[in-house]
Nanobody
């Protein structure tokens, strides 16, 4: 099972990006899905998570600008980022709480990270 994140890049302040993360391989169950980020010199922080019912939560600094969504059929999670600010510059990681088989408890799996740079 692998998580493949994509969609990062360079964008000007006020611009938008959409991140995607797809789970490849056989999965028995997926619970929560989310996005973390890590800026240079800072600790990794949770940006947003969405549970299996579609309920999402966000850190205050991105509320109203970022939207997380998921497509269970595609085993994917997305992050729409609008009105980006320089302080959003970071490596963004997707994380998925899932079990590969019915005999397993769920475990957090991490994607490889995608770089988002907000700069003029």
């Amino acid at each position: 099972v692998q998580l493949q994140a994509s969609g990062g890049g360079l964008v000007q302040p006020g611009g938008s990006l959409r991140l995607s993360c797809a789970v490849s391989g056989s999965v028995f169950a997926i619970n929560g899905m989310g996005w973390y980020r890590q800026s240079p010199g800072k600790e990794r922080e949770a940006v947003t998570v969405i549970n299996s019912y579609g309920h999402a939560s966000y850190i205050d600094s991105v509320k109203g600008r970022f939207t997380i969504s998921r497509d269970n059929a595609k085993q994917s999670v997305y992050l729409q980022m609008n009105n980006l600010k320089p302080e959003d510059t970071a490596i963004y990681y997707c994380v998925v709480d899932m079990a590969r088989a019915s005999s397993e408890t769920t475990t957090f799996y991490w994607g490889q990270g995608t770089l988002v740079t907000v700069s003029s």
